[in-house]
Structure formats: structure tokens, C-alpha cells
């Protein structure tokens, strides 16, 4: 439908000697945010200074130069001010769109604009030997998200999942676990065993042996590689079953610790280039000059350091993927980190510095406004809040199915709990911090994901009451039909904003609206045996595919019955 409106101002455009290409005037197009101001609207400010002209003056010509429209697929084009605003023919628009939703299917809202290039989004990214934290979920969720939106606007995203597995807390580990360690209780439960060492050993009385212990890691210690190695393995293995359950999967695994031979290399690189300077017996490169203080390149004892194996890594990653953009999906304290990372590939002479875009996040918070990632003084572990989670989701379920059977019910539970976190997360700015409320999160009425599910299963029900058929015919439309078309019409340009701001809350959003909107539909039009019954059967079925679509960039999984 949109590109009727592009078409029309295009050759009204050219007749004022203004040439654009489609993509550009889509991309200037705004949905009003209400019906009586049209469908469209072309906003002429633009163009004030090329012409000369007022706004308001240019709106009224483009309109003139539009003449007469077919009216099958326009009601009435007007200006408004500045702008000049289309309203869509009720019953062409309705046939349209949903005409072109069930016959597109996956593929409608899909973009080509990013014309299958790279992007790598590295996400996720927690560290080995600890629990999967509630700290690393969000960078989950939120980057599993984009990837998918970059996905739907035609790039092809390289899901990293970049694994902290080196660094100087290995050193403290290894300390711990000469002194405290117990191969059976590592064996029993590796993750519990290893925070209690990691929790006895980080004192500063160790601070001296950690670091040597580390240097021996790095140096290639027999001993010390075996025992980190055996704490990598018991990590990954349970990692593992959080991405099964969480859904998530990765293009690629990798950690920290792949970098570590390249570490020479890259310090002699940034030598060669004379950015390094010593300070305090270590080697840094000075930042002062940009405002970003002093990137930590290898420490006195000649250890390396994490921003030092992200030089290594990016530089990696671009000649192995020659990526468009690389998205770090990252909480937002790292960010004088990423800034300096970036600032010192950018000195090193890599231009493509400049697509590496650090995607932060705010905090989880708990409900008394603190930091979640603790309560009561002891870190939160993921599995912990899952299951808490899919109780509480069991418990709606039971209210209203007492009956069902308790291999449904488990299936049913784990979806919905995943959708709630994943939605109580994503409905938000990411750059905010938000309060983590699994009791909010699990509702089924309000701005939650069971919500957006039961909306999707309601629609579900209706179809399997009804044969469909592919030929229907629009007769008058209710206004909450054609609130609900209007919305649905705007499923493209709400990926494309998503993915321009990196946003994946724009998506969230969006899908509780429409979600409103359809359960208002259901509640004022009857479908089955109504008039419209074709029609109305139809428009169900394109509502349940944008949903759909949604769901897919959220990546929450939907119920047909619930
Ligand atoms: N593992 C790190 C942490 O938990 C996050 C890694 C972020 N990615 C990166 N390329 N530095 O703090």
C-alpha cells in the first residue's frame, strides 16, 4: 500500500524538479497518530530551503501536482500545514494488506535493504566457572532479539557468543582450588563448587598468588591449563541446557582465552604504530587527548588484559567475516571500555572502527529499586528464577484448565515463562534500568507476554472453529476493523525502525498493541456466522501471522491453545 503513496509523490516530486529515490520517500513517510490525519503523511520541511518556499506553500503545490488520484485506492488526499496526508480507500486498504499478509506469510515486513550483508552481533557472553547470572540475560535476550530484527531486514546476522574465559579471576580460581578445592564435590556440582572456592579466594591476601598463578595460565602451566580446562568444560556443559531452555542458539562459540596467542602480535602492532606508552611499569595507550583516559594494554607483570583480547578479537572477526557492522550487546558499565576499544582500532588505522556500535542495557532491578543480580547478599541464579517462573505460570494455567494434563502443562509453563521474561525485558528502552517482577511479568492481562500468547491463542481458537477460505469479499468495516487493519498495515515500517535504533522495544510494543486492538476487534465484531464471516476469517488469519512475525523477532514462542 505504501508504495502507491511513494508512486504518487514521486512523479509529483519530479514535476517540481525534485528527484528522490522510492526508498527515500518511504523513509520520510509518517504514520499520523491518528485516523482523521490521513494514513500517511508527507512532511514538506525539507524542502523549505531548496525552494524557498514555506512548508505550508510546498504541501498545497505537491497536492496540486498530485491532481486526481484512483479513487479505488484513495479516499481523499488533503494537506495539512506542512503536510500532505493520504487516506486510504477503507475497503481496497482492508483487501489489500490482508490479502498481502496471507500471502506473504513469514515474509511480510521482511526488507531486502540489507542485501544479505554481514553483521555480526555478539551477544550473551558470561563467564565460565560462575553461574549463569541473571546479569547476562538480558544481554541474551536483547541481543538474540536484534539479531533477529537485522535478520528480518535482510542483513545476515553472525550470532557470536563470546565467552569470558580468561582473565585475571582464573588466577584466583586456580588459587582457590589448590587450597579449597574437592573433586568430588566438583564433579557433584562444578558450578556451586567453584563460586564457594571463587568466593573464599577473592581476598586481597590471595591478590599476589592469583596474578602469578594467572601468568603461569597464560604462560602455558601444565597444571594450570588442565584444571582451567575441566572448569571450562563443567561451564559449558551448563550453559548449554540455559540456551536449550532459553531457545537461543549461536552461529558461533567461542572465548576470550582463543586470543590469548595472538596477544603478541597485537602489542607488537601497536608498537609499530607508536600508540603505546608506558605508565606505572605497564603499557597503555594514552587517551587523554580524546577524553577517554588510558587503555590498559599489558600489565606490569606482563599479563594481558581484556580490552587487549577485544583488539585482538575484533581485528579477528573483521577479516574473517568483513562484517557490515558488529553489534556488542553489552550492560552499559562497560562503556568507557567499548569507547576505548573502539578509539584504539580507529588509531591503529582500521577504518571500520567505526561500524562497531556498543548496544548497552540497563540494570535488572528488584522491587525495592535495587540491583537484582543480588538478593540478600547472594547472587541470583538463573535456573532459580526459571523455575519460579513456570510455577507461577502453572498456577494461571490450573486456574483456568483444573483438569489438564500434567504433560501439557509443563509444555504449556515453559513457554509462557520464557515469554514473560523475555517480554518483561524487551517491553522496555533497553537503556533503562528495569524492575525485575516475575509476578507482573506472568499476568495474563496487561502489557505482558502471556498476554500477547493469549491474544494469539484466542485468535487460534476462532480458526479452528471456522473453515477458511482464501475468497472474501469486504463489506462495510466496523471502526475496530479498521483500527485494527491500520495497525496491522504498519508492521514494515516498525521493523525498520527497530533495527534504525537498534530498539527491539519499538517490536515489543507494537505486538501489545495490535494484541489491544484485536481483542478489541473480537469483543465488538463477531466472526463466525456474521455477514463479513470471509472477510473477518481473513483478517484473523493476517493478525495471527503478524503476530507471529513479531513473536519471531522477540524470539518468544507462541500457544495455539492456552
Ligand atoms: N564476559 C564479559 C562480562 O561478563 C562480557 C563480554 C562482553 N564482550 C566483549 N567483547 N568484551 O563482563
Known amino acids: 500500500m505504501k508504495e502507491l503513496v511513494v508512486k504518487l509523490l514521486k512523479k509529483a516530486l519530479k514535476e517540481k524538479r525534485i528527484k528522490l529515490k522510492d526508498e527515500e520517500i518511504e523513509k520520510l513517510l509518517e504514520v499520523p497518530p491518528t485516523a482523521d490525519m490521513g494514513d500517511y503523511a508527507f512532511p514538506c520541511f525539507f524542502l523549505a530551503e531548496r525552494l524557498k518556499e514555506e512548508p505550508k506553500q510546498i504541501a498545497l503545490e505537491i497536492r496540486e501536482k498530485i491532481g486526481n488520484a484512483p479513487t479505488t485506492d484513495f479516499e481523499d488526499i488533503q494537506t495539512a500545514g506542512p503536510y500532505v496526508n493520504f487516506f486510504f480507500n477503507r475497503k481496497s486498504l482492508a483487501k489489500k494488506l490482508v490479502w498481502e499478509v496471507i500471502t506473504k506469510k513469514k515474509d511480510f515486513g521482511r526488507s531486502k535493504i540489507g ?10 557472553a558470561p563467564n565460565i566457572a560462575k553461574p549463569f547470572g541473571i546479569g547476562h540475560l538480558r544481554s541474551t535476550i536483547i541481543g538474540n532479539s536484534i ?14 557468543n563470546y565467552l569470558g574465559d580468561w582473565g585475571a579471576q582464573f588466577g584466583r580460581l586456580l588459587v582457590g582450588y589448590k587450597k579449597f578445592g574437592d573433586e568430588k564435590k566438583l564433579q557433584k556440582n562444578p558450578i556451586k563448587h567453584l563460586l564457594e572456592i571463587y568466593v573464599k579466594s577473592n581476598k ?5 598468588q592469583s596474578a602469578e598463578e594467572f601468568k603461569k595460565l597464560e604462560d602455558g602451566d601444565k597444571e594450570n591449563v588442565m584444571l582451567w580446562r575441566t572448569f571450562k568444560e563443567y561451564s559449558l556443559e551448563e550453559f548449554d541446557k540455559v540456551y536449550k531452555e532459553l531457545g537461543i542458539k549461536f552461529d558461533k562459540q567461542l572465548g576470550e582465552s582463543m586470543y590469548n596467542k595472538k596477544m603478541k602480535e597485537i602489542i ?7 600508540l603505546l606508552e608506558k605508565s606505572e611499569g605497564a603499557q597503555i595507550v594514552n587517551l587523554k587527548e580524546h ?11 606482563g599479563a594481558t588484559l581484556y580490552a587487549t583480547r577485544d583488539l585482538a578479537s575484533a581485528i579477528d572477526r573483521h577479516s574473517k567475516y568483513n562484517f557490515e557492522k558488529m553489534i556488542y550487546e553489552v550492560g552499559q558499565e562497560q562503556k568507557l571500555h567499548f569507547k576505548q576499544v573502539f578509539k584504539v582500532l580507529e588509531l591503529m588505522g582500521y577504518k571500520w572502527a567505526k561500524n562497531c556500535i556498543h548496544v548497552e542495557h540497563g540494570h535488572y532491578l528488584g522491587k525495592d529499586g535495587k540491583k537484582f543480580s543480588t538478593r540478600k547478599g547472594k547472587s541470583v541464579f538463573l535456573k532459580d528464577i526459571l523455575n519460579e517462573t513456570k510455577s507461577l505460570a502453572k498456577k494461571e494455567i490450573k486456574k483456568r484448565l483444573p483438569k489438564i494434563k500434567e504433560k501439557e502443562l509443563e509444555k504449556r509453563a515453559h513457554k509462557i515463562a520464557i515469554a514473560a521474561i523475555f517480554y518483561g525485558d524487551l517491553k522496555n528502552n533497553r537503556k533503562n534500568n528495569i524492575v525485575f517482577d516475575i509476578k507482573k511479568f506472568v499476568s495474563f492481562e496487561g502489557d505482558t507476554g502471556p498476554y500477547i500468547q493469549y491474544s494469539y491463542a484466542r485468535a487460534s481458537s476462532i480458526q ?15 471502526p475496530q476493523e479498521i483500527e485494527l487493519i491500520r495497525k496491522l498495515l504498519q508492521f514494515p515500517d516498525v521493523v525498520s525502525k527497530a533495527y534504525n535504533s537498534l530498539s527491539p522495544s519499538i517490536i515489543a510494543n507494537y505486538t501489545y498493541k495490535i494484541s489491544k486492538l484485536f481483542n478489541e476487534f473480537y469483543h465488538a465484531c463477531p466472526v463466525i456466522g456474521s455477514e463479513s464471516e470471509m472477510f473477518r476469517l481473513a483478517l484473523v488469519e493476517a493478525f495471527r501471522q503478524i503476530i507471529k512475525n513479531c513473536a519471531y523477532l522477540l524470539g518468544i514462542e507462541l500457544l495455539e491453545k492456552m
Do not use: M, T, W, Y
Not at 150 to 158: A, R, S, Y
Not at 204 to 208: T, V
Open 268 to 274: 607488537k602492532e601497536l608498537k609499530e604504530k607508536k
Open 204 to 208: 586481597k591476601s590471595f591478590d599476589k
Open 147 to 160: 539479531a533477529n530484527i537485522c535478520e528480518f531486514q535482510g542483513f545476515k546476522p553472525i550470532r557470536l
Open 464 to 478: 479452528r472453529k471456522a473453515e477458511s477460505s482464501e475468497k472474501f469479499k469486504v463489506n462495510n468495516l466496523d
Open 291 to 301: 577524553n577517554l583516559g588510558a587503555c590498559l594494554i599489558e600489565k606490569s607483570d
Open 115 to 124: 542485501e544479505k550483508k554481514k553483521i555480526v552481533v555478539e551477544f550473551s
